[in-house]
């Protein structure tokens, strides 16, 4: 059980915006100490939200933290890593002073830097497919209602992980990204044929700055509408491809998503380079906004 009263606090705080109902919601539970999985996933469902983060454990200045989806639980959520870490900060979860956090997740231990309201979330270790043959990228493309002319020739297309495997597919123009309109079955069936989570589109919107759309139907999430995962492996999808120049040490980049849903918002996108020019990490980072908090009620056991 969670309690022995099964009384559940939780806070909705949406991500990557300063305006409550902007940017990307997720429901937060900062004590699930004792929960199991299935009462978790129990709770995220009774929450209606599609995605939720719990708190498991904390030490100091680490907290071990589960991230779950509609259908089940994942690695890990961008938006929500970010609105935790910024929470836990506005309601005084943290001692005094502290900039810098851990949050251990079933994958790995990530780090957050906290500094000026805004919270920089360490992404998991980027990991690499082959990218798919263009026939499957033309698939995709004309099962969202267009056709290759979108595609654009320039910039890098493939499958990305940092949490959740990824497809991205470079589109000419951000009014093109807007102007898709996918069906959804069938673009749950190739993405599971493909074995990928998301599709990210994405497009140029000026100097390292891009705006984006995700669609994640085999996550039970038709839409997602500012991402924090896949825009971290875009980021490293671009470094790898050389789009953004590695000399530089630190790369900087923007991508706007969520105006086609009414729920603008913005991710920075940090990458970090070795002397060689190797990927050393990446970050992925914004602010976040409390929307409402209530108790998720349950009469007798939560099984």
Same mark, same amino acid.
């Given at each position: 059980?969670?309690?022995?009263? =099964?009384?559940?606090?939780?806070?909705?705080?949406?991500a990557?915006?300063?305006?409550?109902?902007?940017?990307?919601?997720?429901?937060?539970?900062l004590d699930?100490?004792?929960?199991?999985?299935?009462?978790?996933?129990r709770v995220?469902? +009774? *929450? @209606?939200?599609?995605?939720?983060?719990?708190?498991?454990?904390?030490?100091?200045? @680490?907290?071990?933290?589960?991230?779950?989806? !509609?259908?089940?639980?994942? &690695?890990?959520s961008?938006?929500?890593?970010?609105?935790?870490? *910024?929470?836990? #900060?506005? &309601?005084?979860?943290?001692? #005094?002073?502290?900039?810098?956090? %851990?949050?251990?997740?079933?994958?790995?231990?990530?780090?957050?830097?906290?500094?000026?309201?805004?919270?920089?979330?360490?992404?998991?270790?980027? +990991?690499f497919?082959?990218?798919?043959?263009?026939?499957?990228?033309?698939?995709?493309? &004309?099962?969202?209602?267009?056709?290759? +002319? %979108?595609l654009?020739?320039?910039?890098? %297309?493939?499958?990305?992980?940092?949490?959740?495997?990824?497809?991205f597919?470079?589109?000419? !123009?951000?009014?093109?990204?807007?102007?898709?309109?996918?069906?959804?079955?069938?673009?749950?069936?190739?993405?599971?044929?493909?074995?990928?989570?998301t599709? =990210?589109? %994405?497009?140029?919107?000026?100097?390292?700055?891009?705006?984006?759309?995700?669609? !994640?139907?085999? *996550? @039970?999430?038709?839409?997602?509408?500012?991402?924090?995962?896949?825009? #971290?492996?875009?980021?490293?999808?671009?470094?790898?491809a050389g789009?953004?120049?590695?000399?530089?040490? *630190?790369?900087?980049?923007?991508v706007?998503?969520? =105006?086609?849903?009414?729920?603008?918002?913005q991710?920075?996108?940090?990458?970090?380079?070795?002397?060689?020019?190797?990927?050393?990490?990446?970050?992925? @980072?914004?602010?976040?906004?409390?929307?409402?908090?209530?108790?998720?009620?349950?009469?007798g056991?939560?099984?």
């Amino acid at each position: 059980m969670a309690s022995t009263s =099964h009384r559940i606090p939780y806070l909705l705080v949406d991500a990557f915006t300063e305006t409550p109902g902007g940017g990307n919601r997720v429901a937060l539970v900062l004590d699930a100490r004792g929960m199991s999985t299935e009462e978790m996933q129990r709770v995220t469902a +009774r *929450l @209606g939200q599609p995605q939720a983060a719990f708190v498991t454990d904390w030490d100091g200045s @680490g907290f071990g933290v589960r991230f779950f989806a !509609a259908n089940g639980e994942v &690695e890990f959520s961008g938006h929500a890593a970010v609105a935790l870490a *910024l929470t836990l #900060a506005t &309601e005084g979860k943290l001692s #005094a002073g502290i900039k810098k956090l %851990y949050l251990r997740t079933i994958g790995e231990a990530l780090m957050v830097e906290l500094e000026g309201g805004r919270a920089l979330v360490q992404s998991p270790v980027p +990991r690499f497919r082959d990218p798919p043959s263009w026939k499957v990228l033309q698939e995709f493309i &004309e099962v969202m209602g267009a056709d290759e +002319r %979108y595609l654009h020739r320039g910039l890098p %297309y493939g499958i990305t992980f940092t949490g959740l495997w990824t497809l991205f597919m470079p589109v000419v !123009a951000p009014g093109l990204v807007d102007g898709l309109e996918p069906d959804m079955e069938k673009l749950t069936e190739l993405s599971e044929k493909l074995e990928v989570a998301t599709v =990210h589109v %994405y497009a140029p919107y000026g100097p390292r700055h891009f705006y984006a759309r995700t669609f !994640a139907p085999a *996550l @039970g999430i038709p839409e997602d509408p500012v991402t924090g995962s896949p825009n #971290a492996a875009l980021g490293a999808l671009l470094a790898r491809a050389g789009v953004v120049p590695r000399w530089e040490g *630190l790369v900087r980049l923007t991508v706007t998503q969520g =105006h086609r849903m009414g729920g603008p918002g913005q991710v920075e996108v940090r990458v970090e380079y070795g002397p060689a020019g190797n990927i050393l990490g990446v970050f992925i @980072g914004g602010t976040a906004v409390v929307a409402a908090n209530g108790v998720v009620e349950f009469g007798g056991s939560l099984n």
